[in-house]
């Protein structure tokens, strides 16, 4: 954990005193100390420019995003976030992007009482590496492996937002400037689901954070939990598609799209999870007290596998995987 | 923490089952549980091709030093390894490359029971961030900030064959075949300093890791702890730089270049560390145990800034930071 001579003048932007670890930025290490009775959930993340966000990004936007993805981690885990670490590779030594990124990374940051303890800055590719440390009771952890036949799968938030913004950003789509910047925003901005993964310790049998898109990231619980599950296409992309259900018409979105962007948009951020029929109630007042919609849309069954059905419970067939409405 | 589909296989290469952390790889976060009364060492490294390493470096001797370099500031914190998270980004999925690289990563972690809990891998240029985590006594860390006016200072093993080496390959140096294997298995495959710093807990008064060279990393600790120093330039260049001082003369290096190489060589991966004159048998003692050279090459004092001396105490004077011996 170093800091190379020439990039001293950027340990400037990331230097702030320990809070509550016991050792912050600074020395080889830092030190961290879970509470009694307390396991550390650890996460990380590598964002790469070109892959994970655009040149053109704020880089206060994209700050807010390189943590909020490591916390999205710590929210499918019911964690309680503590700290991060922080390896960043920069091509130049650009006063202004240190100024903005430190700005966005440091107000989610404090949103989440989660305090950055240490880490590396080198001269290379932008490249953006974080880990995360949080605090779960020991047996308590959301994991994947939890989900038991009968179990109503859930998912919060909206779906395929990110992915609209992002079709906008390589000309396959146009949407009305508002809700573009409605899209954009969810996009680069996700908002950790901290809050609903701690309200749903004790109640959600299993948990995942949807960032490759919700059907494949459902299928590594079923895999995980050894079940398979259904799910109703309409209910995710009618329901859920916040931008895609306010402009099914006026953005020429047909339902496959609408389907597509819901069931495998990418970059939601939102928690897929499943619990027993008998905690709907409590799940249902678990996203009240956390300010987070929850929506039903699906089923854990016996049978290995994913069966994406309609409304009318008829098989849906879309190669959700290529996404290829688009491009 | 996630593989994106096409780098799926990559996960072949990096999946063992946890054998001591509660959570392993593949679920949203691992877990990790200190034993009571113990405190959590972090540390985080990034590497980057071109900056850390070259493009021709035999891709197990990468695995083994991004892992290493970590270790060491374990090493430098006293803190026992127990596991590490690996973020990977990767231009190509080149298998043989991954075979070799997680060998040489594993036969590291595994000499120190040191456990791969998580991670994430990505398409981009090629860029290596491993976060380290180990276990100390709560209050019993090594720190920088510990050294006290009259201690001795000490350093572990050699200094400089690092510097030697990639001088070689800069073509500003020759030394004979044999010795520069030598010199480029300390570059390529530095030995992390874990035992002895283990054995220092309780002895030291404080400690740092050597990336970044000799004098730099001394007078981190020389800041953080409030104090200023003495060096011998002479014991560090003649005693310690293992082949600037076996080549001397054949490699046709004067003072100046061995001074240089020891003092500011970087990539040195040992310790130094401070310790009260009442403790030298012990550092001896701790040095004996861990099977590691410490010598004694200066002595803490009031007056800040780190002075450099020869063996007769006279000023030593020399652009360190430059190194504008070479190039």
């Known amino acids: 954990m170093s800091v190379a001579g020439e990039f001293d003048l950027i340990a400037r932007y990331f230097t702030r005193p320990a809070k509550r670890a016991p050792l912050g930025v600074g020395d080889d290490c830092a030190l961290l100390a879970p509470a009694p009775g307390m396991q550390l959930a650890v996460s990380s993340d590598m964002l790469v420019e070109g892959r994970h966000f655009l040149s053109t990004v704020d880089p206060a936007k994209l700050g807010h995003k390189a943590l909020a993805v490591n916390l999205s981690d710590l929210a499918a885990c019911g964690a309680k ?3 991060f670490t922080l390896a960043l590779s920069l091509p130049t030594k650009d006063e202004a992007w240190l100024e903005g990124f430190s700005r966005g990374l440091f107000a989610l940051a404090d949103a989440h009482g989660c305090e950055l303890v240490g880490g590396d800055t080198t ?12 605090e779960v009771p020991a047996g308590g952890a959301l994991l994947r492996s939890g989900a038991k036949a009968d179990d109503d799968v859930w998912v919060s938030g909206t779906l395929g937002d990110a992915r609209l913004a992002l079709e906008v950003f390589r000309g396959t789509l146009s949407l009305p400037a508002e809700l573009f910047e409605l899209a954009r925003a969810r996009m680069e901005q996700p908002t950790p689901r901290v809050a609903l993964g701690l309200a749903l310790r004790g109640i959600a049998s ?14 590594h619980v079923l895999r995980a939990s050894g079940v398979g599950g259904r799910l109703d296409a309409d209910a995710a992309a009618d329901r859920l598609a916040l931008v895609a259900h306010a402009t099914g018409a006026s953005a020429g979105l047909d339902r496959e799209a609408r389907r ?8 939601d951020y939102e928690l897929a999870f499943t619990a027993p029929e008998s905690a709907r109630k409590a799940v249902e007042q678990a996203g009240h007290a956390a300010n987070t919609p929850v929506t039903r849309i699906g089923r854990i069954e016996m049978e290995a596998g994913l069966r994406i059905v309609d409304a ?6 879309q190669r959700f995987a290529s996404f290829d409405h688009f491009a």
């Open 81 to 83: 976030p503590l700290a």
């Open 123 to 134: 001269r290379g590719p932008l490249n953006i590496c974080i880990t995360v440390f949080g």
């Open 206 to 219: 299993a948990a995942v954070d949807i960032s490759d898109g919700l059907v494949g990231d459902l299928e």
């Open 260 to 267: 597509a962007c819901a069931l495998a948009g990418g970059d």
């Open 312 to 317: 009318q419970g008829a098989p849906v067939v």
